[in-house]
Structures are given as structure tokens and as C-alpha cells.
């Protein structure tokens, strides 16, 4: 089992920046890909950014893309979310997400909101 604890939601004014940090806890051994979704209410939920083990990111939403940036820390078993330029659209509830193949685990979520 792992557990994922996210960190670092709250207000902020458009313009603004947050840094969201996931910490990764239990049998954390061979975790491969980690990732942030986020579910904005009455949307589905979508994924933000995502990085390998190695820790280069693979992939980020072209909505976020140049404003937001995802790393991961090996040694310290968190996996971050840097993000810059914020605009209302990005309120949500952002979920860290963890692979253990064959098994996923998600956070419980913190949410941020930009007011414009």
C-alpha cells in the first residue's frame, strides 16, 4: 500500500503562483509514473502533468504548458507541481496520482482556487 498526501492548495489571485507537493508513503518501492489530475466541479477529471521515474516530465496538458511545471524528488519520495501565472480557469481540486504496476493510488485531493 501507498499512501499520497498532497500539500499546498489554497487562494490565490490570478497572476499568482502555488507549488502543490505530493509526499509518498508505505511500500514506495518501484513506484514508476506519478502524475497530477485535477477536477474542476462539473468537469471531468483530466490530467495536468506527468513524470517518470528517471524524472523527466512526459507529459503536460497544452493548457498548462509554459505555466506549470512537474519534478519529483527520488530521494525524498514527493513529486511537485510548480505553478506559475495561474488564471480562474485553473480552480480545481488537484489529486496526486502514483503507478505501482499493477496497482494505482490516488490522494484525497487540495483544492486551489484563483479569483480573478
Known amino acids: 500500500q501507498v499512501q499520497l498526501v498532497e500539500s499546498g492548495g489554497g487562494l490565490v489571485q490570478a497572476g499568482g503562483s502555488l507549488r502543490l507537493t505530493c509526499a509518498a508513503s508505505?511500500?514506495?518501492?518501484?513506484?514508476?509514473?506519478m502524475a497530477w489530475y485535477r477536477q474542476a466541479p462539473g468537469k471531468q477529471r483530466e490530467l495536468v502533468a506527468a513524470i517518470g521515474r528517471v524524472g523527466s516530465p512526459s507529459y503536460t496538458h497544452s493548457v498548462v504548458k509554459g505555466r506549470f511545471t512537474i519534478s519529483r524528488d527520488n530521494a525524498k519520495n514527493t513529486v511537485s507541481l510548480q505553478m506559475n501565472s495561474l488564471e480562474p480557469e485553473d480552480t480545481a481540486v488537484y489529486y496526486c496520482?502514483?503507478?505501482?504496476?499493477?496497482?494505482?493510488?490516488w490522494g484525497l485531493g487540495t483544492q486551489v482556487t484563483v479569483a480573478s
Open positions: 496520482h502514483a503507478v505501482q504496476t499493477p496497482y494505482v493510488y
Open positions: 508505505g511500500s514506495i518501492f518501484n513506484i514508476g509514473l
